[in-house]
């Protein structure tokens, strides 16, 4: 690999979550993209390859807050800080960026019990 892939690797490694998700969408509003779109090959294997459909039940959830009122921030802040860890600075600019992504990976209880405390600070919250 050349000397800028290797910086950059290495940049992706030290990385949080939450960067590495706001880099991706960075990066699909960017290049106008979607990161989630298979690869064209993978596409024509599927195909290739007949099967029944298989239901699988969803076991990674993402705590999204879409909107946060601005007589709630204060609350709302409170409540983001103690979830994640962040300082101050960081969880008032993440509150001010909405829609934005909480949590990411998380169990289907933690994600309820995240939307509710969200919800009852004054944030409008989903799960998905």
Request: hydrophobic content about 45%; overall charge negative.
């Amino acid at each position: 690999m050349s000397t800028i892939t290797n910086q950059i690797i290495e940049q992706l490694k030290s990385m949080t979550l939450l960067e590495a998700a706001e880099l991706v969408s960075q990066i699909e509003e960017t290049f106008g993209v979607d990161a989630s779109a298979p690869a064209a090959g993978a596409v024509m294997v599927a195909a290739a390859a007949p099967s029944a459909p298989v239901v699988e039940e969803q076991t990674e959830f993402t705590v999204m807050i879409n909107d946060v009122p601005s007589a709630k921030r204060i609350a709302v802040i409170k409540v983001v800080r103690a979830l994640t860890g962040l300082g101050l600075k960081e969880a008032k600019d993440m509150i001010e960026s909405v829609p934005k992504a909480i949590k990411e990976g998380i169990g289907k209880d933690e994600a309820q019990q995240i939307k509710q405390q969200l919800e009852e600070a004054g944030a409008t919250v989903t799960v998905k």
